[in-house]
């Protein structure tokens, strides 16, 4: 299945929430680039430029590393993807690389999110640098900054801002979104796959309509 949705629609909490229910894998390209960039690899020191800009990386950097993860994975198994595709060329790309396996896309969710709301989640938006699991904190603090220590709740890791949740590349990645990636709910739209969902709600409620959208 396909995690759609702009960002700061909560795509990445779902798949966590998915991954430990159905135990079946979930591939962040988001996570894939981040993780080079860790590891200063050529490809993460190439996609850092476009990352911090919030524009999308090329696509001849982004899908041959989506789709090695997403062959690695065996016929039998499933698959949760999250931030790929994010353009049309991808999704076609994917739906050919799958073909050669004989499989498909199943079901794309798409989690809908009004952008006032985006902008809101993703000014409190902290990731663990360990595990990558994404928290929601106030800004209570005087200097508005968070009023509570920066430590994952899953892991114990040091949580931080992405560069790219910045108010300066949040705006730049809702337009990119808008403008590059809403195209793709066309592209599964005429494939009859997509299931729609109101994203506004308890990280449960939303949990439990993705669950319902899959047949679960
Ligand atoms: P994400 O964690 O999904 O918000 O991704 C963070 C950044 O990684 C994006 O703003 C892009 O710069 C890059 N990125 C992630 N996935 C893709 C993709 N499918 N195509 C192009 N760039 C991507």
Redesign the pocket.
């Known amino acids: 299945m396909v995690l759609f949705g702009p960002?700061g629609a909560g795509?990445?909490t779902q798949a966590q929430l998915l991954t430990e229910r159905l135990k079946i894998s979930h591939i962040?390209?988001?996570?894939?680039?981040?993780h080079h960039l860790q590891a200063e690899t050529p490809l993460g020191l190439k996609?850092a430029d476009?990352?911090n800009?919030?524009?999308?990386?090329?696509?001849e950097?982004?899908i041959d590393i989506?789709l090695e993860k997403v062959m690695s994975i065996s016929s039998d198994e499933g698959f949760i993807l999250?931030?790929?595709?994010?353009?049309r060329l991808?999704a076609k790309a994917l739906e050919e690389a799958l073909q050669t396996r004989a499989r498909d896309v199943d079901k794309v969710v798409y989690i809908d999110v009004p952008e006032d709301e985006l902008l809101r989640r993703l000014a409190g938006r902290f990731v663990c640098r360990q595990c990558q699991a994404p928290h929601s904190l106030a800004r209570g603090g005087t200097d508005g900054s968070p009023d509570r220590e920066l430590i994952c709740e899953r892991c114990g890791g040091e949580l931080y801002q992405?560069t790219?949740d910045r108010p300066e590349?949040v705006q730049t990645?809702i337009e990119?979104y808008k403008s590059e990636t809403v195209p793709v709910l066309d592209f599964y739209r005429e494939r009859d796959i997509l299931a729609n969902i109101p994203g506004v709600d308890t990280v449960e409620h939303i949990n439990q309509r993705v669950l319902e959208a899959l047949g679960l």
Not at 82 to 87: A, L
């Open positions: 960002p795509k990445g962040s390209s988001g996570d894939l680039f981040r996609a476009y990352m800009r919030g524009v999308l990386v090329p696509d950097l982004t989506a999250d931030g790929f595709p994010r353009n991808q992405r790219d590349a990645r990119v």
